[in-house]
């Protein structure tokens, strides 16, 4: 008889044969390879640390910031920076997927050489290294476009995110194609964000939001949702507040769903329970993403695979809810026909 686990298996197999994934919420340095992190860090004398880094068990979302500390100290050089974007996409892209829309944070270290423009550099280095020019055009194995990340913790002044929103303008012609906002959600307020990203979207970038992902922010979520980003991250808190929740529901904003991280994070006590099956009830629009593949020991084929143990999805709701992705991402428009047409096959776009 097969176990739950075999059943898991088989249909995470299922959905990397079909070769239709797509994910638009990754965090670079969250997906960074075991043995490449591993190496990193051993050359520079953290090799332990690392190691220890590997979660064996659920840690709260402010605990798991701890962990990008030391990631980020062993993967910012620009070498490392190229290699691990570059990887990261292969990895999707074993894992069945076709089109990836990475984010990351631009960082300066100085010591190493690295400036927030140098970094960006390598990123989309690393993107062409493993999909072509400007990340390529839809008809690759892969494709992906790149997301500039505010970090909420330490992009803590209107110059710090000017100078984001001013990087990303000036490398749309690579693969830059929209804006994030993260990082530590209890650091800095709506209102320091607001204009800089009004004026990115005004200069036609996509931005995706980090929205209700800690208790008691129904004010700001409220404020978000109202300005109405492209798309929303997570959104755990912002099912569980009646008002929040008739707002999103009545901005139709699509929601970047990660099933493992909230449920590794605590901050749904189990998948059974996470806010996947009430958003799916309601039609809100969703995607299914993996966050951190590193981080939560995840892909994205796995997150399916959970969906579908315990949300009842079969293939074809995968491919589906694939699809609709594609149409949330902020790929320019040819290439999104493009890669619609692959994941439908021979159903019309
Ligand atoms: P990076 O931007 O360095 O490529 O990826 C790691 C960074 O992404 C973290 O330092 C953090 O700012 C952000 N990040 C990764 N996962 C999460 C998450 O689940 N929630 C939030 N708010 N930020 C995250």
């Given at each position: 008889m097969l176990s739950s686990g075999d059943a898991c298996a088989r249909f995470a197999s299922a959905v990397r044969d079909m070769a239709v994934g797509v994910d638009v919420h990754c965090h670079i340095n969250g997906c960074v390879r075991d043995d490449t992190l591993l190496e990193l860090a051993s050359a520079r004398g953290l090799g332990e640390e690392a190691r220890a880094l590997v979660l064996d068990a659920p840690r709260d979302l402010m605990s798991c910031f701890e962990i990008f500390k030391l990631i980020h100290e062993v993967c910012t050089t620009r070498e490392a920076v190229r290699r691990i974007a570059r990887e990261v996409v292969m990895d999707f892209a074993a894992d069945g997927a076709l089109y990836v829309e990475l984010r990351t944070t631009p960082k300066n270290a100085p010591e190493r050489g690295v400036t927030k423009d140098s970094y960006v550099e390598a990123v989309l280095d690393g993107v062409e290294d493993a999909?072509?020019?400007?990340?390529?055009?839809?008809?690759?194995?892969i494709t992906a476009r790149v997301i500039l990340s505010i970090d909420r913790g330490r992009d803590d002044t209107a110059a710090k995110i000017n100078e984001t929103i001013e990087l990303a303008l000036r490398n749309r012609h690579r693969g830059v194609v929209g804006i994030d906002l993260s990082g530590d959600?209890?650091?800095?307020?709506w209102d320091m964000y607001e204009p800089a990203l009004q004026r990115a979207r005004d200069a036609g970038l996509g931005i995706a939001v980090h929205c209700?992902?800690?208790?008691?922010t129904e004010d700001e979520q409220r404020q978000i949702i109202s300005w109405a980003p492209d798309r929303l991250g997570h959104c755990v808190f912002t099912v569980r507040d009646a008002a929040c929740y008739d707002a999103l529901r009545a901005s139709h904003i699509p929601v970047e769903l990660c099933l493992t991280s909230n449920v590794f994070t605590k901050s749904n006590e189990s998948y059974a329970s996470h806010h996947f099956k009430i958003l799916r009830r309601d039609a809100v629009p969703l995607c299914i993403c993996t966050d951190d593949t590193w981080v939560f020991r995840t892909t994205l084929s796995r997150e399916c695979a959970i969906a579908h143990t315990?949300?009842?999805?079969?293939l074809e709701d995968i491919r589906s809810i694939m699809a609709d992705a594609v149409r949330f991402s902020f790929v320019e428009t040819p290439v999104k026909t493009k890669l619609l047409a692959r994941i439908q096959g021979d159903t019309a776009s």
């Open positions: 999909c072509g020019v400007g990340g390529g055009d839809g008809t690759g194995k959600p209890k650091a800095g307020s209700g992902e800690v208790a008691n315990h949300f009842g999805l079969s």
